[in-house]
């Protein structure tokens, strides 16, 4: 089961907020014994957005952050979603939009209040300070970059 699936069989999206109290049972009992598979899709969805510069539609599947999907292990894929992320601020600036700001600024706020870094805590910092530095030089999206500075220096990046 992929997550697209698994939000429509589930009609995740007419569930009203907040998402945690109101899901059902038998939704968080199907979610767990699908997790892997659904959190697989959902990375690899992820990933083919950025790579098809689809960035308004990265927020599609995010109604899945309320089932707290995520744990350590998946520390390093959201690794590679900032690293990727960062490789287009640095060498296509003209593609970037203000939903991909954006979307990184809810991943590093999701990772942030849900510490799931721990075992790449380096290299994440690492890649901080880079998109710190990137960012420096962007003009546009004033709100989004002031936002995106805030959030790394809650890592402790100043």
Known sequence: MNIEQF????DLKKIPFPF????????????NENRKLIVDSYFADIFNKID???FSELYDNQIIFG???FNQKNGIEFLNLIKK???IIKNKPNEITSDLLDFEWS??????HEYLIEEVESEFKSELKSLKN????????TGEIALLHQKIEHFGIK
Do not use: V
Not at 7 to 10: G, L, S
Not at 20 to 31: A, L, P
Not at 107 to 112: K, T
């Open 134 to 141: 990137l960012i420096e030089g962007i003009t546009e999206f």
């Open 20 to 31: 945690e109290e109101n899901i059902s049972e038998n939704t968080r009992t199907e979610f």
């Open 107 to 112: 991943l590093l706020d999701h990772i942030l």
């Open 85 to 87: 992320i960062n490789l």
């Open 52 to 54: 098809k510069r689809r």
């Open 7 to 10: 939000i429509i069989n589930h």
């Open 67 to 69: 089932l707290y999907p």
